[in-house]
């Protein structure tokens, strides 16, 4: 009699990327709910019918699917694939009347391959699985199939790919993007088409578009995505695996702590002597009251919530755990410990250790690259529970530093004795342990760890094991795993003062890290992956040892590399992309411009370098006197005092005098420029920077404002899109003066009077068509609707809206009650490709506060409407100082030579307010009214009026 054999295996989540390993892959064991697929039964969803005359060696090939199942359970993956082997032979024998049965087989024998580590293999398996299913017309088993494929392009780093196969199986659409499927409508429709398929396959489904969508950094879309999947898991009409439960709710737990990293990656300070496994904590991060609109408690609170809920869940599924259950509560258990490790909970941290993982014996489990890549996990969290325990001088029993050693040598020894070759996870175990080797050697003076090499010894140890670790993990085969390496190897040979090898070492790891960012956005953070301890540290690291004082400098790299991390940042936090409208190099139109310079101010750990770019010459300046601190609090308390009503003029310009003598004053001295040639100067921003702007650095010796000598422009990286100037422009001019009905959004009074006197000042010139909508006509629809129906070069909005590193937070309010976001911009600014607007101007919008990058967000908006050029302000100004100010910069765009220098004629009318020439302007004369207004993008003339 056919028996039902019900769903066994489910995603047990990647320990391969523990920090330190932190690109692209998912990784390693990624079982779903049905992945063993019965044969000899009637199908429920994975089970393989057998006609009534059933012959022996078909009966053989099912004692061998069921051996395979056996196998697996205890962890013996050679063997399970030895048998299906065997089973997949007698299905072939068997013609078609055994292709149903032969295509299910092939389907377990991926997902096999998938827990050995082997995605190629596995990719190629579920390819003829789907041929044959397709050939079947079985519908259900194609997208299966293709789903399942998805899986092991994720775990190749293929995110991208893996987007478009999983759009071509459940919507019939090729060629999907990543960020399609993450808005609401796709989506939704996805969702919809999956509930139409047996509950196991869409849960299946739904879970690993959640994991993908992680990957690529939809963080939100994940979170909705994988609440589906759980939903869709416990509304199926089959008894569903608690294990396939816990196994989403550890997704969920990733996603919402993805977006905690997030939140707290806005408010942190750089990370410049970043050691993987020195301890790192989040200093100064205060987590919001809720998760956005997907959760009531802080993404933090809500992930450590889930966490706990799945280990709940699979510790009621049974006493006596099968071995993927077992792995799959070890994988729990681990990230939770990290995680409390991350906020610095020792207390929470060292009771799970004391109480739950403490009693692991991981050596125990079969060795496979699950629990080799556990060990390591496991050993790292230790390391840093030590760390935490020196810095708060308790003594919690935990391992000595050799035993941690220990633990790293065996988990690399088992990667070499494993039945078959993994060079992944040898390469891995290496890697590691030249981290610890590192960490140690650079502590060697405190004494940390009490190894027996010496310091020197452990720095060659560490280099050389890294060096081998490399080779396990080519860069073109496994960049995600060898740039680290690269990294690793850059920061040794810095520690050895082999300057110029190092610089080798972090470029190649820069040039791999680039090679996969189009796949990676924010990579999923149960490897603790975070911008700000994985990335930006690289980037500042290369910079530092290209400027370092009395060695080998290089000057044009180093912007280079400032201008990538510029990139990398607006892509990790806003999810950017550069359009493909026409570009020019900066260095191109300063040089054709001649009449501009290029400042780069370059904040290291302890010590502030300004890079200047004139079109005939490129100097550093280095101020080896200066540390982070010091600007940061200078910056800080500077920025209080402009948007101050009536501040104290003696502290501020003593402050900003002090900024001036930093990034302008050397340069002035030594003639980087000619002053009477330049008119503009072009900042690219970095770090703290940022906060202020540059037109209100002051010069106490001439007693001015360097906007006062100078127009400025902001610029984001070293290629600018291309002003097309034309004899005829068209303007679209509106705004909102009503309420809001969004709280810390006002009604604007002044709006009207702007208008109307923005559309005097261009109503009176031959060379531009006017349109406005008026403030009662304002909305979405209309705008939208305005935008598409003609070819605008100049588009002025005098709405509300806000700028921050947070593309959720991004967002322009036309009406009451609407919101435009970032994600919508190039939609809204680009309806007609062959048509770039030259000029958008947000008069109302204002950052972000307690964001330290805030000001990407108007970076963002600049970038992803495909606007050549935008002004916006840093701060809210009032709407009548505004309205003011507009009809000056207006008047100016036609009589100056460009929009930086309109901006600056304007800024100059309102801080020069009742002298002679200015007598209109003396209420505002505070740097709260002038000072905010910035440029970002092309800084050159649009037009004569």
Not at 701 to 723: C, F, N, R, T
Not at 814 to 834: H, R, T, Y
Not at 871 to 900: C, R
Request: charged fraction near 20%.
């Amino acid at each position: 009699m056919a028996r039902k054999w019900f769903s066994f295996l489910r995603s047990v989540h990647s320990l391969k990327r523990t920090t330190g390993l932190h690109l692209i892959r998912h990784s390693l064991v990624v079982f779903l709910l049905g992945l063993f697929l019965a044969v000899g039964v009637t199908p429920v969803f994975s089970q393989v019918s057998v006609t009534t005359q059933i012959t022996q060696s078909v009966v053989n090939a099912e004692q061998l699917v069921n051996v395979a199942q056996e196998a697996y359970e205890v962890g013996q993956y050679n063997d399970a694939i030895q048998s299906l082997n065997g089973a997949i032979e007698v299905f072939r024998m068997g013609g078609e009347t055994s292709h149903q049965s032969l295509a299910i087989t092939l389907t377990n024998l991926g997902n096999v391959q998938l827990a050995l580590g082997q995605p190629e293999m596995a990719l190629v398996t579920w390819e003829e699985s789907r041929k044959i299913f397709n050939e079947l017309q079985d519908q259900s088993g194609v997208i299966r199939s293709q789903v399942y494929q998805t899986r092991a392009l994720r775990d190749l780093g293929l995110n991208l790919r893996a987007c478009e196969v999983f759009g071509e199986a459940v919507l019939d659409i090729n060629g999907l993007k990543c960020e399609y499927l993450a808005r609401e409508k796709p989506r939704s429709q996805i969702i919809a088409a999956l509930r139409n398929e047996p509950s196991p396959v869409s849960a299946i489904g739904l879970h690993t578009l959640g994991d993908i969508l992680r990957a690529v950094g939809e963080l939100d879309a994940s979170y909705d995505v994988l609440s589906s999947a759980l939903d869709n898991l416990k509304a199926g009409d089959i008894t569903y695996s608690l294990q396939a439960e816990a196994n989403i709710r550890l997704s969920l737990a990733n996603t919402l702590r993805a977006k905690g990293n997030l939140e707290r990656d806005r408010q942190a300070s750089p990370v410049y002597d970043y050691v993987p496994w020195g301890y790192v904590k989040s200093e100064g991060f205060s987590a919001s009251d809720n998760c956005g609109d997907i959760d009531d408690l802080s993404c933090y609170a809500a992930a450590t919530r889930e966490y706990q809920n799945a280990i709940g869940v699979i510790e009621t599924t049974s006493q006596n755990l099968t071995l993927p259950s077992s792995i799959l509560k070890l994988q729990i258990k681990l990230n939770l410990l990290r995680f409390y490790i991350e906020q610095g909970n020792t207390f929470d941290a060292i009771n799970l250790w004391e109480k739950s993982l403490k009693t692991i014996e991981i050596e125990r489990l079969p060795s496979n690259r699950t629990t080799i890549y556990a060990s390591i996990n496991l050993a790292k969290s230790l390391a840093y529970l030590k760390e935490l325990e020196s810095k708060d001088s308790a003594n919690h029993d935990l391992p000595s530093w050799k035993v941690i050693e220990a633990t790293l040598e065996k988990a690399f020894d088992d990667a070499q004795n494993l039945s078959y070759e993994d060079n992944l996870a040898q390469s891995y175990a290496l890697g590691n342990l030249a981290g610890l080797y590192e960490y140690c050697g650079s502590r060697e003076e405190e004494q940390t760890c009490n190894l027996t090499l010496s310091y020197n010894s452990l720095i060659q140890k560490s280099k050389e094991l890294t060096q081998t670790a490399l080779v396990l993990a080519q860069p073109d085969e496994n960049p995600d795993i060898a740039y680290q390496w690269q990294w690793q190897l850059g920061r040794l040979e810095e520690a050895q003062n082999n300057s110029k090898v190092a610089i080798d070492y972090y470029s190649n790891a820069i040039e791999t890290l680039e090679s996969v960012r189009s796949n990676l956005l924010v990579v999923n953070s149960d490897v603790q992956f975070s911008f700000r301890d994985n990335i930006e540290p690289l980037y500042r690291g290369g910079v530092n040892l290209l400027l370092q004082p009395g060695k080998y400098q290089d000057l044009e790299k180093a912007r280079r590399l400032i201008d990538n991390l510029q990139l990398a940042e607006l892509e990790n936090f806003l999810q950017c992309n550069w359009q493909s409208n026409e570009r020019i190099p900066l260095d191109q139109l300063v040089e054709a411009d001649n009449s501009s310079a290029v400042i780069y101010p370059i904040l290291l750990e302890n010590r502030l370098d300004v890079i200047v770019k004139t079109p005939h010459s490129i100097a550093l300046y280095s101020h080896e006197d200066v540390n982070k601190n010091e600007v940061e609090n200078t910056v800080g308390e500077l920025r209080q005092l402009l948007v101050k009503r009536r501040p104290s003029l003696k502290r501020l310009h003593k402050l900003s005098n002090k900024l001036y003598a930093w990034l302008i004053r050397d340069a002035e001295k030594n003639n980087a420029w000619d002053p009477g040639k330049t008119k503009t100067l072009i900042f690219v921003l970095d770090g703290p920077f940022r906060d202020i702007p540059m037109s209100t650095l002051y010069d106490i010796d001439s007693e001015s404002y360097l906007i006062e000598k100078y127009a400025v422009s902001l610029s984001v990286g070293l290629e600018l899109p291309v002003l097309n100037q034309k004899s005829q422009l068209k303007a679209l001019v509106t705004g909102q003066s009503q309420d809001t009905g969004f709280s810390g959004f006002n009604a604007l009074g002044g709006v009207d009077a702007e208008l109307g006197i923005i559309k005097n000042v261009l109503q009176g010139s031959d060379n531009v068509d006017y349109l406005e909508i008026t403030s009662q006509s304002l909305n979405r629809d209309s705008l939208f609707d305005a935008a598409a129906a003609s070819n605008y070069d100049i588009i002025h909005l005098a709405t509300h809206g806000k700028f921050s590193s947070d593309p959720e937070d991004t967002f322009i309010i036309p009406a009451p009650g609407q919101k435009i976001f970032l994600s919508e911009l190039d939609d809204l600014f680009q309806s007609n490709p062959q048509n770039v607007v030259q000029l958008l101007v947000l008069s109302a919008c204002q950052t972000a506060t307690g964001d330290k990058r805030a000001i990407l967000g108007l970076s963002g908006v600049t970038i992803q409407s495909g606007v050549r050029s935008s002004v916006g302000t840093l701060w809210s100004v009032d709407d009548i100082a505004t309205a003011v100010f507009m009809k000056l910069f207006y008047e100016n765009i036609g009589k100056s030579s460009g929009i930086a220098e309109a901006l600056q004629q304007a800024q100059i009318s309102f801080l020069r307010g009742g002298e002679e020439g200015y007598e209109n302007y003396r209420r505002y004369r505070d740097s709260r009214f002038w000072a905010p207004y910035m440029i970002v993008g092309n800084w050159q003339k649009v037009i004569e009026f």
